[in-house]
């Protein structure tokens, strides 16, 4: 297949009016290379058709003589100009069309990322709100667990001390419950020094005096700490090997008790 040999002179004729070169090929092929205003009129019969900007292709090559000279009255310029700018017309038109098709995809996209967004807004919402839901339930459990340790401590402990069960009716007090879960969270090698120091802190609150060493339950809070006596109970000393920083901070935690729990000492009734 060939582009078809058409009359050149015509051709570009055609091309100084306007006429792209495949277009005014194509006239001037189909209209038989007869004359400048045959092709004019070929294109003004199918200026819709879809392929008329495209280059014709033949077979086989068509010699064709060049007819006689042909002159370009003003109507034939007249109605190659109003081709021209139909044709530009309908270009522009088409060009709008594409545009706002463009724009209905672009604003499409932004609702779809917009309605992505508050999809994804509200799982995280959901999701919060599950996990402080579960961990509400599992604080309040531990709470319940609390007061039931608390309870069944009191029981033990006044069955220990030969004392009648309590009033069903009484429920450990908030700060009960703070001392209780402070004891409960030391290490279970101190409970019994823990024990030992409790009891030592409430003689001392007992007493209300103003040195420790004074004071009935003192010293003996202070060996449990690690101090010992010196030769003639003069003074005491915690020597290097008996620090021991779990006692200590056992020690500490007790004391702090004592001294900020107006209710310290209570659980032991």
């Known amino acids: 297949m060939a582009v078809p040999q058409v009359n050149k002179k015509l051709l570009d004729e055609l091309e100084a009016m306007g006429f792209p070169r495949p277009r005014a090929t194509r ?43 042909f002159d370009i009255t003003e ?17 522009e038109e088409e060009e709008k069309k594409l545009e706002r098709q463009r724009e209905k995809e672009r604003i499409r996209a932004s609702k779809d990322l917009t309605e992505a967004k508050r999809i994804l807004e509200s799982n995280e919402k959901q999701r919060y709100l599950a996990l402080k839901k579960k961990e509400e339930k599992e604080e309040k459990r531990a709470r319940e667990k609390i007061l039931k340790k608390l309870e069944h401590d009191k029981v033990e402990r006044r069955s220990r001390l030969g004392l009648p069960p309590e009033s069903p009716s009484v429920k450990p007090s908030t700060h009960l419950l703070q001392e209780k879960t402070l004891q409960t969270s030391l290490p279970l090698k101190s409970v019994t020094n823990a024990e030992q120091m409790r ?60 001294m900020t729990n107006p209710f310290f000492g209570l659980l032991s009734v």
């Open 27 to 69: 006239a001037l092929h189909f209209s038989g290379n007869s004359s400048l205003e045959a092709a004019i009129e070929w294109v003004i019969d199918h200026e819709n058709d879809s392929d008329i900007d495209q280059m014709p292709l033949v077979a086989v090559d068509i010699d064709l003589d060049s007819p006689q000279p």
């Open 75 to 91: 109507q034939m310029k007249i109605k190659a100009q109003e081709l021209r700018n139909k044709s530009h017309k309908k270009k």
């Open 199 to 258: 009891e030592c802190l409430r003689s001392l609150k007992r007493n209300h005096q103003d040195r420790v060493g004074n004071l009935r339950g003192g010293m003996e809070f202070l060996e449990l700490c690690g101090f010992e006596r010196t030769e003639g109970d003069e003074f005491l000393y915690l020597p290097d090997d008996k620090v021991d920083m779990e006692i200590l901070n056992t020690a500490g935690s007790e004391l702090k008790s004592a």
